[in-house]
């Protein structure tokens, strides 16, 4: 089974909605692009070590990044939907 970049995007919409809950809390939304972060950190190394095929991690550090970076475009996602969604 071939799910191409179906890993990154995954990592994306998983941090995305974990990003939705925390906004739902008490919690300061200034904290959210780092929490996002971290989140598709662990999510990178888990899909790592989950061996998802295609994933374009070969080694940990690897891993961090695309996790990383996954993680910082849900939070580039919601700020792109805003804008668009906003009357200038």
């Known amino acids: 089974m071939d799910f191409g970049i179906v890993g990154v995007a995954s990592i994306?919409?998983?941090?995305?909605?974990?990003?939705?809950?925390?906004?739902?809390?008490?919690?300061?939304?200034?904290?959210?692009?780092?929490?996002c972060g971290c989140c598709g950190a662990a999510l990178g190394l888990v899909a790592l070590c989950a061996g998802v095929p295609d994933f374009p991690g070969d080694d940990p550090l690897t891993a961090l990044?695309?996790?990383?970076?996954?993680?910082?475009?849900?939070?580039?996602a919601h700020q792109v939907g805003k804008q668009l969604g906003s009357e200038t």
């Open 12 to 35: 994306t919409a998983i941090c995305y909605l974990v990003a939705q809950a925390l906004k739902a809390t008490a919690l300061d939304t200034k904290w959210l692009p780092v929490l």
């Open 65 to 76: 990044g695309v996790g990383i970076a996954s993680g910082l475009a849900a939070t580039g």
